[in-house]
């Protein structure tokens, strides 16, 4: 069983600053997979292979939606897949089934601020919300639901604001966890690990400083783990 697939649903990602972003941090730190819906469909008025994408859909542990939001929903594009492979899954009996325990999960793109998601703001109900659809489909096929991954505003970040989403985002895709400091720490730690990381061209001093500072990271992560264990904590 493979670990995560992307099903990208903007219908023009490739000319998208933001998506681009996305894949190539996907790329370059998780092991994922990504399913381009618009290299795949350029026609919405025909039929697609809903049972090569089902059979897809079902060699994964993870599967993530990703897309904008446009009027506070997903593309048409996105939508129109969802219909013929969701659909139409009777035709295919332990299709369900296979769905069964896998976790599901969104990202979200938005141009508006996160503070306008709320009772009494601009939009005026909060992107859960907006996203309930998703978990209600999630309970349908007794997947896990995860808590979607808002980015909002890509285009306004500093450089700092987007590796800090790089990373974070590499860490939902390979953990489908968020806002958990003990398993961020863990995922820098595997990352650190990675052979291309060791084979940094670094002079005598930067490999010092860089050895120091992941040995720092290690100690707190071994001093959190302790913490967690003392107080039967298991998330």
């Not at 985002?169 to 990381?197: D, M, N, W």
């Amino acid at each position: 069983m493979k670990s995560t697939l992307i099903i990208v649903g903007h219908p023009a990602g490739v000319n998208s600053t933001t998506q681009q972003f996305l894949y190539q941090t996907s790329q370059a730190y998780t092991s994922a997979d990504v399913l381009i819906l618009a290299d795949e469909i350029s026609d919405m008025t025909h039929p697609i292979d809903g049972d090569r994408y089902r059979d897809q859909l079902a060699q994964y542990d993870r599967l993530i939606f990703q897309f904008p939001m446009y009027w506070y929903q997903a593309p048409s594009l996105l939508k129109f897949w969802m219909d013929e492979v969701f659909q139409d899954w009777q035709s295919n009996p332990g299709w369900a089934q296979k769905m069964q325990g896998k976790e599901f999960g969104v990202v979200i793109t938005a141009d508006v601020a996160a503070t306008r998601f709320h009772p009494g703001e601009d939009v005026g109900v909060t992107m859960d919300q907006l996203l309930s659809p998703y978990q209600a489909l999630a309970t349908y096929y007794r997947m896990e639901y995860l808590a979607p991954f808002a980015i909002h505003r890509f285009s306004m970040m500093d450089e700092p604001t987007q590796m800090r989403l790089m990373l974070t985002y590499a860490c939902y895709l390979s953990t489908g966890k968020q806002g958990s400091l003990r398993v961020f720490q863990q995922f820098i730690l595997e990352q650190l690990a990675h052979p291309t990381i060791s084979s940094l061209p670094l002079d005598s001093t930067q490999a010092l400083t860089f050895q120091m500072w992941q040995e720092d990271i290690s100690h707190q992560a071994e001093e959190l783990e302790e913490l967690f264990t003392m107080n039967g904590w298991w998330y």
